[in-house]
Nanobody
Framework: QVQLVESGGGVVQSGGSLKLSCAAS????????SDWFRQTPGKEREFVAR????????AYATSVAGRFTIARDDAKNMWWLQMNNLTPEDTAVYYC?????????WGQGTQVTVSS
């Protein structure tokens, strides 16, 4: 059974930074794709960032490009989301997800609140 556990959420002032972490554990191997999504009340979950091992590329939502950076450590089976220059519009529950052995898994989410 694969488990994804996020950490690093919290409250930060506008213009500040936070770093979210996601750790994968259990059987199934390493992720071929590692993602971050976010969701606010009443809205659909939206894509934030992706690290594709197969393509060796990263991708970002337009709203976060240039401010957020996704990175991975395969040896630790972890990935991170460095978030800089945060704005109140970044307030959301952030979820990590991964495709492992052809199946998609989700973490439980971590709250990020940016105060103005």
């Amino acid at each position: 059974q694969v488990q994804l556990v996020e950490s690093g959420g919290g409250v930060v002032q506008s213009g500040g930074s936070l770093k979210l972490s996601c750790a994968a554990s259990g059987s199934g191997g390493r992720p071929t794709v590692s993602d971050w999504f976010r969701q606010t009340p009443g809205k659909e979950r939206e894509f934030v960032a992706r690290f594709s091992i197969i393509a060796n590329t990263t991708a970002y939502a337009t709203s976060v490009a240039g401010r957020f950076t996704i990175a991975r450590d395969d040896a630790k089976n972890m990935w991170w989301l460095q978030m800089n220059n945060l704005t109140p519009e970044d307030t959301a529950v952030y979820y990590c997800s991964a495709i492992i052995a052809g199946r998609k898994y989700w973490g439980q989410g971590t709250q990020v609140t940016v105060s103005s």
